[in-house]
T-cell receptor, first 115, second 113 residues
């Protein structure tokens, strides 16, 4: 069974640019959650999508957005990048949702560096 | 907002030693989970706990869901070099549309052969 796939793995952007990250969940999983991981703050929840609808949202500014497609693939977008957005962005999938069991399957992450 | 206090932040131990780490919260959770993250990878679920007082093992790993529902601990017995990594606790409340998992900041484990 293929795992969670995130692309790209690494990317470098400059301040003010925007970025789109992609996540393909495990086949059959309908929930996709996104987390930001930084050394200082640890894993911070961004949002969760289930059946193409945003079900939960963390405490991040509106520059962070996401969507989910009918095949459960998800994208997240960060506009007007700031230096502090440099982080590892992790996508996690689960069968029915993070709120249901907490059993998440993580991808390897997309490491974003903002210069 | 909700926060988890995970300790210790880091540990340096000798191969063969036992390891203990814990997580505490000011909030009650219905679910406690422990994840491990290897360098360059995403976290992987080790143990999930769903009932207060529950004690669950996975090989050399044992985790307990505290009776107050505000804490959990993870023990690793007879550590080996591949135990190196960052261990995260996570607390959550499941059911309905309620939210997200809250993660601790991690315990970085180093094992000397």
């Amino acid at each position: 069974k293929a795992g969670v796939t995130q692309t790209p793995r690494y990317l470098i952007k400059t301040r003010g640019q925007q970025v789109t990250l992609s996540c393909s969940p495990i086949s059959g999983h309908r929930s996709v959650s996104w987390y930001q991981q930084t050394p200082g703050q640890g894993l911070q929840f961004l949002f969760e999508y289930f059946s193409e609808t945003q079900r939960n949202k963390g405490n991040f500014p509106g520059r962070f957005s996401g969507r989910q497609f009918s095949n459960s693939r998800s994208e997240m977008n960060v506009s007007t990048l700031e230096l502090g957005d440099s982080a590892l962005y992790l996508c996690a999938s689960s069968l029915s949702g993070v709120a249901d069991t907490g059993e998440l399957f993580f991808g390897e992450g997309s490491r974003l560096t903002v210069l | 907002g909700q926060q988890l206090n995970q300790s210790p932040q880091s540990m340096f131990i000798q191969e063969g030693e036992d390891v203990s780490m814990n997580c505490t919260s000011s909030s009650i959770f219905n679910t406690w989970l422990w994840y491990k993250q290897d360098p360059g990878e995403g976290p992987v679920l080790l143990i999930a706990l769903y009932k207060a007082g529950e004690l669950t093992s996975n090989g050399r790993l044992t985790a307990q869901f505290g009776i107050t529902r505000k804490d959990s601990f993870l023990n690793i017995s007879a550590s080996i070099p591949s135990d190196v990594g960052i261990y995260f606790c996570a607390g959550g409340n499941y059911g309905g549309s309620q939210g997200n998992l809250i993660f601790g900041k991690g315990t970085k484990l180093s094992v000397k052969p």
